[in-house]
């Protein structure tokens, strides 16, 4: 599986140039922060940062270096999962998620080995991520996708009800990120 299609389907859905006060993000062109445009070199208007810089971006940042080509060779549907995941919400907390639900789905340790909840994807996760597929066949994608979306809405509600500012993001994350 190639990143192409879903870093396009990304930047249609996140859009062009946004400075809305309520995001502590700050600036953001095509889903891209300031910060990470600038940790990339890019020295211009955020207003102006270039598609094909975006796009660089998110195939380095947010599919290569997070691993997800290796998990995209296993479960195409659980790496574009994991991608959405890490744009929102930053590549560890994907990881994490993973980590976690692989742990929580591995029938007391019957079918694979528990792994750390924290840390990149490795050949850790990569091992119990092909074991949960083998065990557990064709539906396997699916429920982990569920897993994967349940822990992610939590996660924007307990974001919502720590931070009132981001109750004005709430809606859009639950209609557009989960499920």
Not at 62 to 79: F, N
Not at 104 to 124: E, F
Not at 143 to 167: C, F, H, M, N, S
Request: charged share 25%.
């Amino acid at each position: 599986m190639d990143a192409s299609n879903l870093i396009d389907e990304l930047i249609q859905r996140e859009g062009g140039y946004s400075a809305r006060p309520a995001d502590k993000g700050g600036p953001t062109r095509f889903g891209i922060s300031e910060a990470v445009a600038r940790a990339h070199g890019y020295k211009g208007d955020m207003a102006k940062l270039p598609r094909d810089s975006a796009v660089a971006i998110y195939r380095a940042d947010y599919w290569t270096k997070p691993g997800l080509d290796r998990i995209a060779d296993l479960c195409p549907t659980v790496a574009a999962e994991l991608f959405d995941t890490g744009v929102n919400m930053g590549t560890g907390t994907a990881a994490a998620f993973l980590r976690r639900a692989l742990n929580a789905l591995n029938r007391n340790g019957a079918d694979y080995a528990d792994i750390p909840a924290s840390g990149a994807v490795d050949a850790a996760t990569l091992a119990a991520l092909k074991a949960f597929l083998r065990t557990r066949g064709p539906a396997a994608g699916t429920v982990l996708v569920k897993a994967l979306d349940a822990l992610q809405g939590a996660r924007y509600i307990a974001l919502a009800e720590t931070r009132p500012a981001d109750e004005a993001f709430l809606y859009g994350w639950l209609a557009n990120r989960v499920g």
